[in-house]
Structures are given as C-alpha cells and as structure tokens.
C-alpha cells in the first residue's frame, strides 16, 4: 500500500452525491501541494481539483459548482465532495500529490498529471442516468 490511499467510490444515480477520500500516511501533509484527478476509459488523465497552502483550490470548469475539496489536516486526509453528478464524471479517481516544489501547486486550468509526483491505486465512481 503507497503513501496516499482513497476511498468512498461507488455507483450512484445521476444528480446524487458521493464523498471521496484520500488518507495521506506521510508528514507534513498541512503544507503539501495535493489534488484529485480522474480517467475515463480511453481518455487521458485530467485534473479536476487541485489545493495548495497559497492559493487555495482551483478546479477544472467541468465540475466547477458541483465538487468542492478540502483538507482535515489533524486526520492528513484530503476529501471531494461531489454533488450533482453525472454520467459523465463516470471514471476512476485518483489522489495526487507533489512533493517537490516546497508545497506549492501548478493549478487549474494548465495543470496536468506529470505536475504530479505520488498517486494513489484509484477509485471508480459510476454514475448513471
């Protein structure tokens, strides 16, 4: 098992609601540059929401108004909350974190995976309609 495990995939109906996590087992998960980030067969890797000490979160416009991430730093656990879905968020979602630039994150939009250092395994979220 790797340094960043996620949890809390699962099927649901369009227009529901699921909650993802990610438990960080490493230190100084307060400062660290972490994001969540999907793939839908036969497509690349894309951000969807990505969270730093200095700037916040930013998010891709696909799931701008409807997911939000945010952080319990006393448990190192990073969460996406994902309400409104739709059969087009249908992918497995990952945890990411990088690690090597001093906490701070390359954002959304222009973001990509390779901006990405540690993954988790990967969750699936099915949503149908």
């Known amino acids: 098992q790797g340094r960043l495990v996620e949890s809390g995939g699962g099927s649901v109906q369009a227009g529901g609601s699921l909650r993802l996590s990610c438990a960080d087992s490493?230190?100084?998960?307060?400062?660290?540059?972490m994001g969540w980030f999907r793939q839908a067969p036969g497509k690349e890797r894309e951000g969807v929401a990505i969270n730093d000490h200095y700037e916040g979160t930013s998010y891709s416009d696909s799931v701008k108004g409807r997911f939000t991430a945010s952080r319990d730093n006393l448990k190192n656990t990073l969460y996406l909350q994902m309400n409104s879905l739709k059969p087009e968020d249908t992918a497995v979602y990952y945890c990411?974190?990088?690690?090597?630039?001093?906490?701070?994150?390359?954002?959304?939009?222009?973001?990509?995976?390779?901006?990405?250092?540690?993954w988790g395994q990967g969750t699936q979220v099915n949503v149908s309609s």
């Open positions: 490493g230190y100084g998960f307060a400062r660290n540059c």
């Open positions: 990411a974190a990088d690690f090597r630039h001093g906490g701070s994150c390359y954002h959304l939009p222009g973001a990509t995976a390779d901006d990405f250092d540690s």
